[in-house]
Nanobody, 123 residues
Framework: QVQLVESGGGLLQAGGSLRLSCAASGLTLSSYNMAWFRQAPGNERDFVAGVLRSFGSTIYTDSVKGRFTISRDAAKNTVYLQMNSLKPEDTAVYYC????????????????WGQGTQVTVSS
């Protein structure tokens, strides 16, 4: 049984940093594209960052490039999202997800999802 468990969300002021963690069980990270998505109230769930199963390449949506870093730790079977220089528009529920194939940017290609963790950035 696959489980993805996020942690690390919280409330902080603009300009601050936060690291989210996604502990995976029942799958091997290197066999899946792993990603973080986020969903603000009234919005769709949008792609934020991904680490691809092939070579561990990383991809990001434009709005977080240079501020967010995704990484994976095979020994801990955990994916991280380091978020720096946070802005109020980064406020959302952040979800970890795993995909066995297809475009990593498309949420419909993801097979497994975590329960989400709230990130709130005040101005």
């Amino acid at each position: 049984q696959v489980q993805l468990v996020e942690s690390g969300g919280g409330l902080l002021q603009a300009g601050g940093s936060l690291r989210l963690s996604c502990a995976a069980s029942g799958l091997t990270l290197s066999s899946y594209n792993m990603a973080w998505f986020r969903q603000a109230p009234g919005n769709e769930r949008d792609f934020v960052a991904g680490v691809l199963r092939s070579f561990g390449s990383t991809i990001y949506t434009d709005s977080v490039k240079g501020r967010f870093t995704i990484s994976r730790d095979a020994a801990k079977n955990t994916v991280y999202l380091q978020m720096n220089s946070l802005k109020p528009e980064d406020t959302a529920v952040y979800y970890c997800a795993a995909s066995s194939g297809g475009s990593a940017y498309n949420r419909r290609n993801y097979d497994y999802w975590g329960q989400g963790t709230q990130v709130t950035v005040s101005s």
